[in-house]
C-alpha cells in the first residue's frame, strides 16, 4: 500500500499533486479547527464523575449476572445514567453514579433486586471541590506539556517550522475535543491521558518531517521551497502510514474489546492518531510555508572578524 501512494507521488513531476493534496488538508484541518471550536462553545463537554465528583462503589452479585442486565436494571431503577464496569474478579461490579446517592442504602436495596449476593466491598465519595480541581490540574497539566513543547521547538527549529508544528498539535487537540463536544462522549481522566498520548504522537510526526524539511534546504539553498517541501513529505510518507496504520490497529482493537471503561481513552487515541497523522503533513509544513520559510534562510552567515574583535 505505501508503494502504491509513493508511487504515486513518483509518478508526478510537476508535484502539483501532493501540493494540492497538501493545501486541501490544511484548509480541512481549519474548517475542523474551527467548527469543533464552535461546538465546544455550544455545546461543552460531558464531564466524567472525576471531574464532577460523584460515588464509587465496588459490589460482589451472582457471577450469572450480565453487564447489559446489570447496566439497564441500575438505569432504570436509579433513574440515572450509572456507569457499570466488570472487575478482574468474577461476580465483581464497579459502580460509578452522581453523589444524589451518596448513601449506599439505596444502591445496595436496587442490586438486590437481581441478586441473591450482594456484597460491599468499598465505597467511595468523590466531593464537587475535588472534581474542579482534577479540571483545573487536568487543564493545567495539558498547558504545561504545550509550554514545554513550545521550549522545545523553538530551540531545535526555525520559527517557521516550530509555529507549523506547535498550531498542528493544538489543532488536534481542538478537533478530538470538538468530537467529544459533538458525541457527548464522556469526559473523564482516561481521556486527558489520552490527550497528552495524542500530542506526544502528533509531535513525533511533526518533527520527523520538519527534521526532513530543514536538512534538504541545507543542501539545497537555491532549492525551491514547495519542491523541497513536497520531497520531505515523500520521504517520510512510508514511515508514517507504517506507524499510523499500526497504531491505528492496536487502538481499534482496544476500543472493540476494552469495554465502555475504556472507550472514551481509545475514541480520543484513534481520532487524535488520524488527525496528528494528516496534521503533520499539511498544517506542519504548509504553513511554515506560508509564513515564508526558504532555503536562503539556512545559509550560514559569514562571521566579520573585525566587528567580532573590536
Not at 464522556?186 to 513525533?204: D, H, K, Q
Request: glycine content about 8%; hydrophobic content about 50%; aromatic content about 8%.
Amino acid at each position: 500500500m505505501t508503494r502504491f501512494f509513493k508511487g504515486q507521488f513518483d509518478n508526478n513531476p510537476s508535484q502539483s499533486g501532493l501540493t494540492r493534496l497538501r493545501f486541501l488538508l490544511t484548509g480541512f484541518s481549519v474548517c475542523a479547527l474551527l467548527v469543533s471550536v464552535l461546538m465546544i462553545g455550544i455545546k461543552g463537554f460531558n464531564w466524567g464523575l472525576d471531574f464532577t465528583g460523584g460515588v464509587v462503589t465496588e459490589v460482589t452479585l451472582d457471577s450469572s449476572i450480565e453487564l447489559t442486565e446489570l447496566n439497564q436494571h441500575v438505569d432504570n431503577v436509579l433513574a440515572q445514567d450509572v456507569q457499570v464496569i466488570k472487575a478482574s474478579e468474577e461476580g465483581q461490579w464497579i459502580l460509578r453514579y452522581s453523589d444524589e446517592l451518596a448513601g449506599d442504602v439505596g444502591i445496595t436495596d436496587a442490586l438486590a433486586q437481581i441478586s441473591e449476593q450482594v456484597t460491599l466491598i468499598s465505597h467511595s465519595i468523590v466531593g464537587p471541590q475535588v472534581g474542579n480541581e482534577m479540571v483545573e490540574q487536568g487543564g493545567l497539566a495539558v498547558l504545561v506539556c504545550l509550554v514545554m513543547i513550545m521550549v522545545y521547538l523553538s530551540m531545535r527549529f526555525d520559527w517557521r517550522l516550530a509555529s507549523g508544528a506547535l498550531l498542528a498539535l493544538m489543532t488536534d487537540i481542538i478537533i478530538v475535543l470538538g468530537v467529544f463536544a459533538v458525541l457527548q462522549l464522556e469526559f473523564n481522566l482516561t481521556v486527558l491521558a489520552a490527550l497528552l498520548a495524542v500530542l506526544g504522537y502528533s509531535l513525533n510526526d511533526s518533527i520527523i518531517i520538519a527534521d526532513r524539511v530543514r536538512e534538504i534546504m541545507r543542501m539545497r539553498p537555491k532549492g525551491d521551497t514547495n519542491e523541497i517541501i513536497n520531497e520531505a513529505v515523500k520521504a517520510t510518507f512510508s514511515r508514517t502510514l507504517v506507524t499510523s496504520g499500526t497504531t491505528l490497529v492496536t487502538v481499534s482493537s482496544l476500543w472493540l474489546l476494552a469495554g465502555a471503561s475504556l472507550q472514551g481513552f481509545s475514541i480520543a487515541l484513534f481520532v487524535g492518531i488520524i488527525c496528528g497523522t494528516c496534521s503533520s503533513i499539511a498544517l506542519g509544513v504548509t504553513l511554515p510555508q506560508l509564513f515564508g520559510l526558504k532555503p536562503a534562510d539556512y545559509i550560514p552567515q559569514p562571521i566579520d572578524i573585525e566587528e567580532t574583535y573590536s
